[in-house]
């Protein structure tokens, strides 16, 4: 027989092979490095979303505060104070027109108020008359409001009858008469807001604001409403019923005269408290008073 061939394997060194191993081993841990910083991030990720869970709405919500830049629509403020509407015309110092309609109305009187009469309403221009419904055309007109009910919702001449609600929850009848433009006045059952109405009116009068600030002559003109004042002049003497004429006649009682060219500016008045009656008696702020824009007159006098 012939010699048998001897086929040689290559040899493989070990220095080799623990390389190969070192490799593996190596890549095999990255791979697990890489999916433990994925879980890390995606925790972290979660973490930040669940921050901004409805919870933490909630408890702001809870608190009173509204997010940054959010303004709550009035037609939602309004809403849980009564009937919700927009005023469209004044018609006096204590009776409104409304829209939409409700219960098929749209004339509404104040409940608890009487503002002296106008000629727009249909009467001759009691004093302060014009006044209050300016003050009322310039805090209302336009603007949604919310009608709040009583015991008796409707007059004998089919009105409705209202407490007047504004966005930011002041009762409005109130406001009329603290501000000295209309008086209190019982109004049967519709008794709700009585007592605020006629503490309203005792400042009012303490003060001297609004029509309480008017001369015997020009209070005895008003309605008598039971508060001492009004029901005719009789007893007045006729020198003190003289109605002073226009142009040397305040828009407003409890401010300075109008000077000689009818324009007042802020410093015809002692206080911002008597330019603010002007501002709110003049729609528009012919004279004007607000020099920044943000409804309050002469703000930096006293």
């Not at 310039?138 to 504004?166: C, I, N, T």
């Given at each position: 027989?012939?010699?048998?061939?001897?086929?040689?394997?290559?040899?493989?060194?070990?220095?080799?092979?623990?390389?190969?191993?070192?490799?593996?081993?190596?890549?095999?841990?990255?791979?697990?490095?890489?999916?433990?910083?994925?879980?890390?991030?995606?925790?972290?990720?979660?973490?930040?979303?669940?921050?901004d869970d409805p919870a933490r709405e909630e408890a702001g919500a809870?608190?009173?505060?509204?997010?940054?830049?959010?303004?709550?629509?009035?037609?939602?403020?309004?809403?849980?104070?009564?009937?919700?509407?927009?005023?469209?015309?004044?018609?006096?110092?204590?009776?409104?027109?409304?829209?939409?309609?409700?219960?098929?109305?749209?004339?509404?009187?104040?409940?608890?108020?009487?503002?002296?009469?106008?000629?727009?309403?249909?009467?001759?221009?009691?004093?302060?008359?014009?006044?209050?419904?300016?003050?009322?055309?310039?805090?209302?007109?336009?603007?949604?409001?919310?009608?709040?009910?009583?015991?008796?919702?409707?007059?004998?001449?089919?009105?409705?009858?209202?407490?007047?609600?504004?966005?930011?929850?002041?009762?409005?009848?109130?406001?009329?008469?603290?501000?000295?433009?209309?008086?209190?006045?019982?109004?049967g059952p519709n008794a709700a807001h009585r007592e605020e109405l006629?503490?309203?009116?005792?400042?009012?009068?303490?003060?001297?604001?609004?029509?309480?600030?008017?001369?015997?002559?020009?209070?005895?003109?008003?309605?008598?409403?039971?508060?001492?004042?009004?029901?005719?002049?009789?007893?007045?003497?006729?020198?003190?019923?003289?109605?002073?004429?226009?142009?040397?006649?305040?828009?407003?009682?409890?401010?300075?005269?109008?000077?000689?060219?009818?324009?007042?500016?802020?410093?015809?008045?002692?206080?911002?408290?008597?330019?603010?009656?002007?501002?709110?008696?003049?729609?528009?702020?012919?004279?004007?008073?607000?020099?920044?824009?943000?409804?309050?007159?002469?703000?930096?006098?006293?």
């Amino acid at each position: 027989m012939g010699r048998a061939l001897r086929v040689r394997k290559p040899a493989v060194s070990l220095g080799l092979l623990g390389a190969i191993l070192a490799v593996l081993l190596l890549a095999g841990c990255g791979g697990e490095a890489d999916s433990s910083a994925e879980g890390q991030t995606g925790g972290a990720e979660e973490t930040l979303e669940q921050t901004d869970d409805p919870a933490r709405e909630e408890a702001g919500a809870a608190s009173g505060e509204e997010p940054a830049g959010v303004t709550q629509d009035p037609e939602e403020l309004l809403a849980p104070q009564g009937a919700v509407v927009t005023v469209r015309r004044v018609v006096d110092g204590d009776t409104i027109i409304v829209s939409p309609p409700v219960e098929g109305r749209t004339e509404v009187d104040l409940i608890g108020v009487d503002a002296p009469e106008t000629a727009d309403a249909g009467e001759n221009d009691q004093p302060f008359g014009p006044a209050a419904a300016n003050y009322v055309a310039s805090q209302v007109e336009g603007r949604k409001v919310a009608l709040e009910f009583d015991e008796v919702v409707e007059d004998d001449s089919g009105r409705l009858l209202a407490y007047v609600r504004l966005p930011g929850g002041t009762l409005f009848n109130r406001e009329l008469i603290h501000q000295g433009y209309a008086q209190a006045v019982r109004s049967g059952p519709n008794a709700a807001h009585r007592e605020e109405l006629a503490a309203a009116q005792r400042d009012a009068r303490d003060e001297g604001r609004g029509l309480w600030g008017l001369p015997p002559g020009q209070l005895c003109q008003l309605a008598d409403r039971g508060n001492g004042i009004g029901g005719g002049c009789e007893d007045v003497p006729a020198s003190q019923q003289q109605v002073p004429e226009p142009e040397d006649e305040a828009p407003v009682a409890g401010v300075p005269p109008l000077p000689p060219d009818g324009d007042y500016d802020c410093g015809h008045f002692a206080s911002q408290e008597q330019a603010q009656r002007v501002f709110d008696a003049e729609p528009g702020d012919p004279h004007e008073l607000d020099e920044e824009g943000n409804g309050i007159a002469c703000e930096w006098l006293p």
